[in-house]
């Protein structure tokens, strides 16, 4: 079974801070995806990567940032949080551009 | 207008009850099509796949894709309250993904 590991389920953190949420997959998968998901605008795509240090940004990149050093990990970094980045973020991966399996989620409040 | 649609209910149904979900798409393009469950709280989980049009059935559940429609349903048979969730239709061409804003489903007991 694919497994897609978010660091962490719930984070807690100060406007202004700088945030890590970090993700690994362990299928050898070439693409990875960072999303976020709030009610009513389902998900919005921040960030993706095809390939180690290659990126691209998504639909809503702004305010954020990503780093693939190695192939199984890729971060997201929010570089000084803001209250409306809070929200639930999400890992994806997937082999070839087709199916995408995801992480559990991190529930991110900035307050 | 968006590119994948989908009605976000809420949906309520007897346990036992036949439940259908679906989504229409505008871009005939698109190859893959997939269903997501997602749990209050956690991330989507792949329930199943198809690639082009037809119908597959794993358990009790279907996926239908009509490609001349540009319309996909998901059909869950005996319904049980473990059904309980959104349901998230997604589908892709190329390098572009597009996901439907989910379906909530109430399975009561």
């Known amino acids: 079974d694919v497994k897609v590991t978010q660091s962490s389920r719930y984070l807690v953190k100060r406007t202004g801070e700088k945030v890590f949420l970090e993700c690994v997959q362990d299928?050898?998968?070439?693409?990875m995806f960072w999303y976020r998901q709030d009610p009513g605008l389902g998900l919005r795509l921040i960030y993706f990567?095809?390939?180690?240090?290659?990126?691209e940004k998504g639909d809503i990149p702004e305010g954020y940032s990503v780093s693939r050093e190695k192939k199984e990990r890729f971060s997201l970094i929010l570089e000084s949080a803001s209250t409306n980045q809070t929200s639930m973020y999400l890992c994806?991966?997937?082999?070839?551009?087709?199916?995408?399996?995801f992480g559990a989620g991190t529930r991110l409040s900035v307050l | 207008q968006k590119e994948v649609e989908q009605d976000p209910g809420p949906l309520s149904v007897p346990e036992g009850a036949i439940v259908s979900l679906n989504c229409t798409y505008s871009?005939?393009?698109?190859?893959?099509f997939m269903w997501y469950r997602q749990y209050s709280r956690k991330g989507p989980e792949l329930l199943m796949y198809?690639?082009?049009?037809g119908n597959k059935e794993d358990g009790r559940f279907t996926a239908q894709v009509d490609k001349s429609s540009k319309y996909i349903s998901l059909f869950i048979r005996d319904s049980q309250p473990s059904d309980s969730a959104t349901y998230l239709c997604?589908?892709?061409?190329?390098?572009?993904?597009?996901f439907g804003t989910g379906t909530s489903l109430t399975v009561i007991p």
């Open positions: 994806a991966s997937s082999l070839g551009l087709n199916i995408q399996y």
């Open positions: 299928m050898d998968h070439e693409n």
């Open positions: 990567s095809y390939d180690v240090k290659m990126k």
């Open positions: 871009n005939s393009a698109f190859q893959y």
């Open positions: 198809t690639y082009s049009s």
């Open positions: 997604a589908m892709t061409y190329g390098n572009q993904f597009y």
